[in-house]
Each structure stands twice: as C-alpha cells, then as structure tokens.
C-alpha cells in the first residue's frame, strides 16, 4: 500500500494521468450514489490508467461540491430535463437497458452529472498544471528519506529481478 502512494508521488504516472484521475473522481463523486452512473466512473476510473490517489481526492472533492451545489445541481437537472429537444434523449436513455437504474429521469443524478462535467473540463487541465508543478517538488522531497529509497529499490527487484537498479 505505501509502495503504491509512493509510486504516485514519486512521478511513476504522467501529469496527465494525475489530472485525468482528479477529473473523473470529480465527476464520479459528484454523482448520488443511488445511480448506476457512480459504477460506471468507478469501473473508467480504474481501467483508464488514470492516477487512483488523486482519483480518490476527487471523488472526495467531487461529494464536497455535490452536497455544496445540491440546489443549483437540481435545478440544472430540472432544465434540462424539460427542455424540449432534449426530450428524444431523454426517453432514449430512459428506455434503453440499464438506463432505468441510471435514473436518468432525476434531476439531481441530471443536474449533478451535467455540472460535474463542467467543473471537470477546466479542473483537468488545472490538475495538469498543478501537477507538473507538484511532482518535482514531491520527489525531491521523498527521495530524502531512507525508506523512500529502500522502497524504490526493492520495487525495482521486484520488477527487473536479477537486474541491481542502482
């Protein structure tokens, strides 16, 4: 467990896969649990090879600003729901399978989704920002301590037995 943390601070993943998780962790937690939706961004957050420490930071954000923007969540999902050429898409994903436990027809699964997706778009490319600051930083910092070290080399063993990584 410390090995996988120290492997995603210590710049094994790509400052894209950093944002890519804070991203769809957002989306995911921004979600109501009630939906299949919150399976569906757990399942493309794990197979995506997006970073999962701060895919889990952002689902934990993405509750935070769910339960924050409840009201403006619901009345997103209201307007959208009643709005008239959406209506097609709506009885299309309402009817198709699975849809039905998608609850699609809630205006807070709607509304949640809708704004999730629109707090991700530019949350993705700060992320990406953020991250090309932070990962240097974060190695220089741990490759102070022993352990980190010790860590390191033995998960480069594990990877390339035989073969010292130093």
């Known amino acids: 467990m410390f090995r996988f943390l120290l492997s995603t601070v210590r710049g094994m993943d790509?400052?894209?896969?950093?944002?890519?998780?804070?991203?769809?962790?957002?989306?995911?937690?921004?979600?109501?649990?009630?939906?299949?939706?919150?399976?569906?961004?757990?399942?493309?957050?794990?197979?995506s090879g997006a970073n999962l420490l701060t895919g889990a930071a952002g689902w934990a954000g993405g509750w935070l600003v769910a339960r924050t923007l409840a009201?403006?969540?619901?009345?997103?999902?209201?307007?959208?729901?009643?709005?008239?050429?959406?209506?097609?898409?709506?009885v299309l994903l309402s009817e198709s399978p699975g849809g039905c436990w998608c609850h699609w027809n809630n205006t807070l699964v709607t509304g949640s989704l809708a704004g999730g997706l629109m707090i991700a778009v530019p949350l993705f490319f700060t992320g990406l920002f953020a991250a090309q600051r932070i990962q240097r930083k974060l190695n220089a910092l741990f490759s102070r301590f022993a352990l980190t070290r010790w860590l390191i080399q033995d998960a480069g063993r594990a990877v390339n037995p035989g073969i010292d990584p130093t």
Do not use: H
């Open 14 to 47: 790509s400052p894209r896969q950093w944002a890519a998780g804070l991203a769809l962790g957002l989306v995911g937690g921004c979600i109501p649990f009630q939906s299949l939706l919150v399976v569906v961004f757990a399942v493309v957050l794990l197979l």
């Open 71 to 90: 009201g403006p969540f619901e009345q997103l999902g209201f307007d959208l729901l009643t709005a008239p050429r959406l209506q097609p898409l709506w």
